[in-house]
């Protein structure tokens, strides 16, 4: 069992940046693929950007392209989400999740996001 926690959102300007995290526990997250998800209530989810397990392979939403960038640290066990450029439209609950339980885990894009933590919610206003 993989124990995931997010942190790092908040409150920011459009045009701002963040820096998410993800901290795992429970076991180390170097084999699989980790994804970051974002949700808007009355929305599907949406996979913002996911990195590979072996060879750090990233994938990236078409709305973060040059946006964003997915790395992971395997000695601290986390993986990291740094965004620019901002907009409202981002405003979201975001939270990472594994690929742990698909029959071929460790690549991206994750269609059976395991593992998710509680989230952090990012909110883009002025």
């Known amino acids: 069992q993989v124990q995931l926690v997010e942190s790092g959102g908040g409150l920011v300007q459009p045009g701002g940046s963040l820096r998410l995290s993800c901290a795992a526990s429970?076991?180390?997250?170097?084999?699989?693929?980790v994804g970051w998800f974002r949700q808007v209530p009355g929305k599907e989810r949406e996979e913002v950007s996911c990195i590979n397990a072996v060879n750090g392979l990233t994938y990236y939403a078409n709305a973060f392209l040059g946006r964003a960038t997915i790395s992971r640290d395997n000695a601290k066990n986390t993986i990291y989400l740094e965004m620019n450029s901002l907009k409202p439209e981002d405003t979201a609950v975001y939270y990472c999740a594994t690929d742990r339980l698909e029959i071929t885990y460790g690549e991206c894009p994750i269609t059976i996001p395991s593992d998710r933590g509680q989230g952090t919610q990012v909110t883009v206003s002025s």
């Open positions: 429970g076991a180390t997250l170097d084999r699989y693929a």
